[in-house]
């Protein structure tokens, strides 16, 4: 089984039990062979660009999802590590790019502001969905509420909504810009 191959399996098989399709249902939705759907999953098909379109469509995320790795599931980018861009009379820091189509939320979030309340908890959001933070300012604990990143002012983090995940200023207030893209056909939540 080739690395190619093993990470469209993996996508597809993870799409499809997140979305709780059975492997019947999937096939039967992009009209593929049931078979034709496993050895995709086993790893050991060899997909046609329209196969993968078909399965890509049947699941409602773009055909992207499905030959990416999606292996690191937090990506950290340290303030100390960057380089500011200087163009007409400002500077700016790409915090990162999502291509597709689909829905960007933009959150300015402050917490740690209620005593004895440093943080909250958050539900997956739809399928495929992403998370971009950036801290502003204090020092905060944050992403998958299995894995969370310690980070610090200037520090920003990428990892996938669509799991529990943590919200928590390590002392005092601590502010953070949330950028939240949601795939077309993920919902509105």
């Not at 492997?23 to 050895?39: H, N, P, V």
Request: include cysteine; charge should be positive.
């Amino acid at each position: 089984m080739s690395s190619g191959n093993a990470m469209v399996a993996h996508n597809i098989r993870l799409l499809r039990e997140r979305r709780g399709l059975s492997l019947a249902e999937l096939a039967r939705q992009a009209g593929l062979a049931k078979q034709t759907l496993s050895r995709l999953e086993q790893g050991t098909g060899n997909p046609t660009v329209d196969t993968l379109f078909a399965i890509a469509a049947a699941l409602g995320v773009p055909v992207t999802r499905l030959v990416a790795d999606h292996g690191q599931t937090v990506t950290v980018q340290r303030g100390d590590e960057v380089v500011w861009q200087c163009d007409a009379g400002f500077e700016s820091r790409v915090l990162g790019q999502v291509y597709g189509s689909g829905v960007v939320r933009n959150y300015l979030v402050r917490l740690g502001r209620v005593p004895g309340r440093p943080g909250c908890s958050s539900e997956p959001h739809p399928a495929g969905t992403l998370e971009h933070l950036y801290v502003v300012s204090g020092r905060v604990r944050v992403g998958p509420a299995d894995s969370p990143v310690t980070l610090s002012a200037g520090d920003s983090a990428r990892y996938p909504g669509d799991r529990p995940h943590v919200y928590e200023s390590l002392g005092g207030e601590s502010v953070v810009h949330v950028v939240l893209t949601v795939p077309y056909g993920g919902g509105r939540r």
